[in-house]
């Protein structure tokens, strides 16, 4: 079965764009969800886990980095990229990778790479 990269945004032509990116430049599959509610459904309680997850920082009803957190105490080994149109700067860490909208393409693509290198 192809490795899968899952996007969580509330912004249908964001994970669209998204989705393009990635399958333009790795061989993967996309899946992409704009509902918390389905995402969660399908991650907590299905055998479908993902090699990597790109999520938005504002959910419609759910705080992403929150969320994230709640993905990585049932699920830790999951890397999650966090993508924010908030004012702020590119942060790679152990703990978060967030990275700011609109997104530069490069940078998607280097980071991606280097989360699935090591995955």
Same mark, same amino acid.
């Given at each position: ?28 599959? *996309? ?80 980071? *991606?790479?280097?989360?699935? *290198?090591?995955?």
């Amino acid at each position: 079965m192809k490795k899968q990269i899952w996007i969580l945004d509330d912004d249908k032509d964001f994970c669209l764009f998204l989705k393009k990116i990635i399958e333009q430049n790795f061989d993967y599959s *996309v899946k992409w969800f704009i509902s918390e509610r389905e995402f969660e459904d399908i991650i907590f309680h299905e055998n479908d886990i993902p090699s990597l997850i790109l999520m938005d920082v504002r959910l419609n009803k759910e705080n992403g980095l929150r969320f994230g957190n709640k993905i990585h105490e049932k699920l830790p080994s999951i890397p999650i990229i966090h993508l924010t149109a908030l004012d702020g700067d590119d942060i790679c860490s152990e703990k978060y990778t967030i990275l700011s909208k609109p997104v530069n393409k490069p940078l998607l693509l280097k980071t *991606v790479s280097n989360i699935l *290198v090591n995955y």
